[in-house]
Structures are given as structure tokens and as C-alpha cells.
């Protein structure tokens, strides 16, 4: 499985942004999927993650209720909505599949996501 993400940029803080995780090869719909991100000097950190069909997502506390991750099997791509943006949001964001916790199978190559205050 190959991942590409987009949609990353500048946004003024309160803002949103929508990430977008394109998969490539089969089997998309049998994978966990999910993003993690990674601030400048910190450690990768697990953000949301979708359950296979969509039934079930998980967040990160720092994001919940401000975050919201869903899946379009159809299409083979998985998202980020991200609203009320804080600059502690600013990171690098890596979108994932096969998660398990605090790792995946297969990650994407990063975008970058900058929050102004």
C-alpha cells in the first residue's frame, strides 16, 4: 500500500483545514487507517484512527471535539477535518494503514500543517 497525503498548509489560529490520504493497491477497505503527526523536537504522536467500514474512531485528547477523521473506501482515501486549529497543531501530519496503536503497516509521506497565532 502506498499513501500519499495533501491538503496541509498555513492557517491562522481557530481556522481548518481538511487533510486527505490517498491509497493506491487493493485492499484498502481491510486496514485500519489513521493519522499521527510530529511537532519540531518532538516524538511522533498518535492523532485518530478509523476502524475498517468506518464504525468506530478514536482521537488523541488534544484533539477531541475539534478533530474528526472518516474514510471513503470508494475512493481509497481516508481524511482529517481539523477545525478551531491551535498553533500547538503545527506538525508534520503522517496518515497511516495497518494501525496498531502507536504503529502502522504502511505510512505516507508527511504534509505540513502550520498553525499562526
Known amino acids: 500500500v502506498q499513501l500519499q497525503a495533501s491538503g496541509g498548509g498555513l492557517v491562522q489560529a481557530g481556522g481548518s483545514l481538511r487533510l486527505s490520504c490517498a491509497a493506491s493497491g487493493r485492499s484498502f477497505s481491510s486496514y485500519i487507517m489513521g493519522w499521527f503527526r510530529q511537532a519540531p523536537g518532538k516524538e511522533r504522536e498518535f492523532v485518530a484512527d478509523?476502524?475498517?467500514?468506518?464504525?468506530?474512531?478514536s482521537y488523541a485528547e488534544s484533539v477531541k471535539g475539534r478533530f474528526t477523521i472518516s474514510r471513503d473506501d470508494a475512493k481509497n482515501t481516508v481524511y482529517l477535518q481539523m477545525n478551531s486549529l491551535k498553533p500547538e497543531d503545527t506538525a508534520v501530519y503522517y496518515c497511516?494503514?495497518?494501525?496498531?496503536?502507536?504503529?502502522?503497516?504502511?505510512w505516507g509521506k508527511g504534509t505540513l500543517v502550520t498553525v499562526s497565532s
Open positions: 478509523i476502524s475498517r467500514g468506518g464504525g468506530w474512531t
Open positions: 497511516a494503514a495497518g494501525v496498531r496503536g502507536k504503529s502502522a503497516d504502511y
